[in-house]
């Protein structure tokens, strides 16, 4: 059609004097202007189809979203979307405005939501209400936004599908971001504009930096591969500029002063990071797999690992001072700055995405673990791995990972990557401290960060009870033990509004039954010595069984690239010149993760003997917030115990699949 219509403006002709919007790439039809007469005005309710809040709610409810969700998806361009606003603040609205109206549906509904679950607010069940009748609205129209080609439309569906992947529909809201990434494409918000309207432009380049976050996020999430490419994108980050969050009378009388808040930043830092470390995203979830072989995978992630661990923090350090996490104050609570407040939640979710990242990179490494304990095979130097396994000798802990001289350039990328996985452990224990911040965990239980929160502090707590099962009589286990009961407490709390929360701290407590057992069965001595054996770089048998009997310390900060490592401070301990973790741990550890799998929900396999029950039977990834559910276009009602089995799935488990290999050619 490009084509088209360059060939067409050659004979002064333009294509919009005949219908193409049957072509792939024609043109739509123009919606009907406002200028086409006051006539044309009509109640909103009866536009949208649906029973809709008066301007006083309307600017309540606004102001709310903008305390609880803006801040961490910033979608919208307050000013643009201020206009917007006034124009239907007396009811009326023309046809046109139709996708706006949408949108401020799915904004009401999430600010209500949000709202409802606040504790000490009154009228709980009629904000509960206009959540379900607002988004009832903004689901029955959602063919007609996704056939509508408009920044509204992209905006619609990223906060409806960041709104139900949090509260009880995964599945649905991955659908919903493949269409917000598709109609961005038809919009060409991934490519540069040089010329237009400033605000129009930097909308564009807001709303395509948060598409781009939430495929990064999604993937991480899902364990599936990445929709869009950083090599088709060349559309600069957002602009810093100030915003002003409020929109009652009373609010904007006495924040008349304030110059507003700057929330654009994170959203340069955030997307950033995920520039960081998208190319070992993309080798993880298997774009390149299927054609690597087994030895060209370990060789180029362990350098592509390294090499983005590096770049990762040095992103942290450069980090602006209004976010970058103090782990060592909690926030006041009897502050009412609204800027330190969103700054304070932004430099949290910078901070549980920069450890989470840290834990998916390293995670294939700890996948690998299975192929090196049987050492005494016939083919023990085919892989680069095995090959740096057994051919350091007298290793020196040291800035350069005491690499051999002799050591091959191979050798030297692999023993730096694996060396380094000790960064695994340090970002839980890193995740794990906002269990030391009840006033922040509490702000951002009132957010839309909670169950972002949840997510990753549960990935962390399954880091924690592997390392605890893969000893569970040692000090360090007993330590973290007790850090995991945090973690299980924040976890409960909110599991009050978050479903994910809710069934994922019930895994947590089942794992910690099964941690319970493991550490009888020990102290009984019921658990059989790890019997990988192994030989070293000089032909005798490596000490496979050697445990660390003093408690090697739990740093609460990361180790940078460039600092040496304490050989006894880390589960992944050099022992008689080896970087790969001992080969009694690594079996532990595979043990450990083998045994996790037993108290993920699935349709196939009965709870693990003596876990702990779960008091709602069997528990679907988010299928039990019975608020939100219901067809496009139905009547809400609560789901039945059929609706919940069919939607048990590992969908947010992938991570700790035992058979996942990080992408890792499996012939």
Not at 491 to 511: D, I, K, P, T
Request: proline share 6%; charged share 20%; net charge negative.
């Amino acid at each position: 059609m490009g084509i088209a219509r360059k060939m067409c403006k050659l004979g002064s002709e333009h294509m919009n004097t005949y219908a193409t919007s049957a072509i792939p790439d024609g043109e739509h039809p123009s919606p009907p202007s406002r200028s086409d007469g006051a006539h044309a005005r009509i109640p909103i309710s009866t536009l949208v189809g649906g029973r809709f809040p008066d301007q006083q709610i309307i600017h309540s409810l606004v102001e709310e979203y903008f305390e609880t969700v803006h801040w961490f998806s910033l979608v919208v361009c307050e000013r643009r979307f201020r206009r917007s606003l006034s124009s239907v603040n007396d009811g009326y609205a023309n046809p046109s405005d139709a996708p706006f109206l949408t949108l401020l549906s799915i904004i009401l509904a999430m600010a209500a939501w949000y709202r409802s679950k606040r504790a000490g607010v009154a009228n709980c069940q009629e904000w509960q209400q206009w959540t379900k009748d607002l988004l009832h609205i903004v689901e029955t129209r959602m063919v007609y936004i996704m056939d509508d080609r408009s920044i509204a439309a992209v905006q619609t569906c990223i906060l409806l599908g960041s709104h139900l992947v949090y509260h009880g529909r995964p599945n649905l809201a991955f659908a919903l971001l493949g269409a917000a990434i598709k109609i961005s494409h038809a919009l060409g918000l991934h490519r540069h504009i040089a010329q237009g309207d400033a605000e129009d432009i930097e909308e564009r380049k807001r709303v395509w930096w948060t598409v781009y976050t939430w495929d990064r996020f999604a993937s991480i999430c899902y364990g599936r591969p990445m929709t869009i490419n950083d090599e088709d994108c060349d559309v600069e980050m957002p602009t810093e500029f100030a915003e002003y969050p409020y929109f009652m009378q009373e609010s904007m009388d006495q924040h008349r002063r304030d110059r507003g808040i700057v929330y654009s930043r994170y959203q340069t830092e955030l997307s950033t990071l995920y520039r960081i470390a998208s190319p070992a995203l993309r080798q993880i979830f298997g774009f390149l797999s299927p054609r690597l072989s087994k030895q060209r995978f370990e060789t180029e992630y362990a350098s592509l690992a390294s090499e983005v661990t590096a770049k990762l923090f040095a992103w942290r350090d450069q980090l602006p001072p209004q976010l970058v996490l103090d782990l060592d104050r909690d926030y006041r609570p009897e502050n009412s700055d609204t800027q330190l407040r969103a700054h304070l939640l932004q430099s949290l979710s910078l901070q549980l995405t920069f450890d989470n990242l840290l834990i998916v990179l390293y995670r294939p490494f700890l996948a690998r673990q299975v192929d090196h304990l049987s050492m005494e095979s016939a083919n023990l130097h085919d892989s680069p791995l095995q090959h740096a396994l057994l051919s350091r000798n007298s290793p020196e802990p040291c800035a350069s990972d005491s690499v051999s001289p002799h050591a091959s350039g191979n050798d030297q990328i692999v023993n730096h990557a694996i060396g380094r996985s000790e960064y695994w452990l340090n970002a839980a224990m890193g995740t794990t401290r906002i269990t030391e911040l009840p006033n922040l965990a509490g702000l951002a239980k009132d957010s839309h960060l909670i169950t972002f929160m949840a997510i990753n502090v549960f990935h962390a707590g399954i880091v924690l009870i592997l390392l605890a099962l893969s000893d569970p009589l040692s000090d360090r286990a007993q330590r973290l033990k007790r850090i995991v009961s945090r973690v299980l407490h924040l976890q409960q709390e909110m599991g009050e509004q978050s479903a994910l929360s809710r069934q994922s701290g019930m895994v947590l407590q089942n794992l910690v039954a099964l941690l319970v057992k493991r550490e009888g069965d020990a102290m009984l001595g019921r658990l059989a010595p790890a019997t990988a054996q192994g030989r070293d770089g000089r032909g005798g048998l490596a000490r496979h069984e050697q445990m660390a009997t003093s408690a090697p310390t739990l740093s609460t900060a990361h180790p940078r690239p460039d600092e040496a490592q304490d050989p006894g401070s880390g589960f992944f301990s050099p022992v008689d010149g080896q970087v790969w973790p001992n080969v009694g741990v690594a079996q532990r550890l595979n043990e450990s993760l083998a045994s996790v799998q037993h108290a993920f929900p699935t349709t196939q396999e009965p709870p693990i003997p003596g876990a702990m029950p779960s008091a709602h039977g069997n528990m679907a990834m988010f299928g039990e917030d019975t608020a939100m559910h219901g067809g496009l276009g139905g009547e809400y009602t609560a789901p039945v115990e059929g609706h919940e089995t069919e939607n048990l799935s590992n969908e947010f488990f992938w991570l700790w699949d035992v058979n996942w290999g990080g992408g890792y050619p499996q012939t």
